[in-house]
T-cell receptor, first 115, second 114 residues
Framework: KAGVTQTPRYLIKTRGQQVTLSCSPI?????VSWYQQTPGQGLQFLFE???????NKGNFPGRFSGRQFSNSRSEMNVSTLELGDSALYLC??????????????FGPGTRLTVT | AQTVTQSQPEMSVQEAETVTLSCTYD???????LFWYKQPPSRQMILVIR??????QNATENRFSVNFQKAAKSFSLKISDSQLGDAAMYFC???????????FGTGTSLTVIP
């Protein structure tokens, strides 16, 4: 079974631009979560989607948004990029949110550099 | 909100020796999950071990084991017989019993010395 895939793997943008990152979860997984990883900050939760609905949202400005499609693929969008948005963006999928053995499987991440 | 603290930004261990990574968390919940994830350099994050808070027995996965102290809100990871492939960033994470949000610590970078 294929793992979580993220595209693109690397991205360079300039301040003020917008960017869209894509995540394809493991087949059958319905929950997709997004994280921002920066040195010293660890992983910070952005949002989580389940069956096309945003169920949880972290403490990020409205410039960060996301969506999930009927096939569970998810995209996140960052508008009006700032230098501080440079980070590794990780996507994680899980089978469901009701499982007692809930576990997240991570993708390789998208490395975003804002110049 | 729950917080997870990893007070050791960097650790090192000699190959074949044992190392313990620390993690503490803050929560008012009684039921939750705790996890240790490993992120090798330029590679995907993978789950190392998980612990359900209602279980008193500490989880073990081969050379990896945890010391879960619920009252102290402590969740340390012990790696026995360390191998070069254990070199990675290790993240401690917390998830509520009913919620879907994970809270991660800032990570501990483990170096294994040959």
């Amino acid at each position: 079974k294929a793992g979580v895939t993220q595209t693109p793997r690397y991205l360079i943008k300039t301040r003020g631009q917008q960017v869209t990152l894509s995540c394809s979860p493991i087949s059958g997984h319905r929950s997709v979560s997004w994280y921002q990883q920066t040195p010293g900050q660890g992983l910070q939760f952005l949002f989580e989607y389940f069956s096309e609905t945003q169920r949880n949202k972290g403490n990020f400005p409205g410039r960060f948004s996301g969506r999930q499609f009927s096939n569970s693929r998810s995209e996140m969008n960052v508008s009006t990029l700032e230098l501080g948005d440079s980070a590794l963006y990780l996507c994680a999928s899980s089978l469901s949110t009701d499982s007692l053995t809930y576990e997240q499987y991570f993708g390789p991440g998208t490395r975003l550099t804002v110049t | 909100a729950q917080t997870v603290t990893q007070s050791q930004p960097e650790m090192s261990v000699q190959e074949a020796e044992t190392v313990t990574l620390s993690c503490t968390y803050d929560t008012s919940e009684s039921d939750y999950y705790l996890f240790w994830y490993k992120q090798p350099p330029s590679r995907q994050m993978i789950l190392v071990i998980r612990q359900e808070a209602y279980k008193q027995q500490n989880a073990t996965e081969n050379r990896f084991s945890v010391n879960f102290q619920k009252a102290a809100k402590s969740f340390s990871l012990k790696i026995s017989d360390s191998q070069l492939g254990d070199a990675a960033m290790y993240f401690c994470a917390y998830r509520s019993w009913a919620g879907n949000q994970f809270y991660f610590g800032t990570g501990t970078s483990l170096t294994v010395i040959p």
